[in-house]
Every structure is written in C-alpha cells, then in structure tokens.
Nanobody, 115 residues
Framework: QVQLVESGGGLVQPGGSLRLSCAAS????????MGWYRQAPGKQRELLAR???????NYADSVKGRFTISRDIAKNTVYLQMNSLKPEDTAVYSC?????????WGQGTQVTVSS
C-alpha cells in the first residue's frame, strides 16, 4: 500500500505561482512513476504532468511551459511548480503513484485562482 498526502494548495491571484507537494509513504519502493491530475467542477479529470523514476517528464498541452513537475526520490515526494496561473486552473489537484499492481491517489488539494 502507498499513502499520498498533498499540500500547498490555496487561493492565488491570476499570474501568481503555487508549489504543490505530494509525500508518499508505505510501499514506496514499488513506485515507478508519479503524476498530478486536476478536476474542475463539471469537467473531466485531466492528467497534467507525469514523472518516471528516471525523471522522464510529460505534460498536458494546457500547462506546458507554465507547470513543472519534479521529484525527490530520497524524500519520496513529488512537486508541481505552477506559474502564470489562470482562473481556468482552478480545480482540485491530486497526485498519483503508479506501481505494477495498481495506481494510488491522494485526497486532493484545492487550488483557486481568483482576484
């Protein structure tokens, strides 16, 4: 089992920045990749960014150039640096951990971009 706890969400003005963190615990040795999703009210869940153990990254077009995913394997933590935030980035952001048997999810953290 893997447990994931996100932090760093909150209210930010348009154009501002936030950094989300997701700490993994439990059977972390089985994690092969971690990622960030978001889901806004009335919209489908969207994969934003993903990073593998070899630090290969992938981004959704909607956040490419504005968001950066990174991972500290020693701390079992993945980060999402979000810059140039827009009102349409408002959503619940969740992290995931992929293992050979299943994917694990955190509880999510709210990000609200508003003036």
């Amino acid at each position: 089992q893997v447990q994931l706890v996100e932090s760093g969400g909150g209210l930010v003005q348009p154009g501002g920045s936030l950094r989300l963190s997701c700490a993994a615990s439990g059977s972390v040795f089985g994690i092969s990749a971690m990622g960030w999703y978001r889901q806004a009210p009335g919209k489908q869940r969207e994969l934003l960014a993903r990073i593998t153990n070899s630090r290969t990254t992938n981004y959704a077009d909607s956040v490419k150039g504005r968001f950066t995913i990174s991972r500290d394997i020693a701390k079992n933590t993945v980060y999402l640096q979000m810059n140039s935030l827009k009102p349409e980035d408002t959503a619940v952001y969740s992290c995931t951990a992929e293992t050979i048997t299943r994917d694990y999810w955190g509880q999510g953290t709210q990000v609200t971009v508003s003036s």
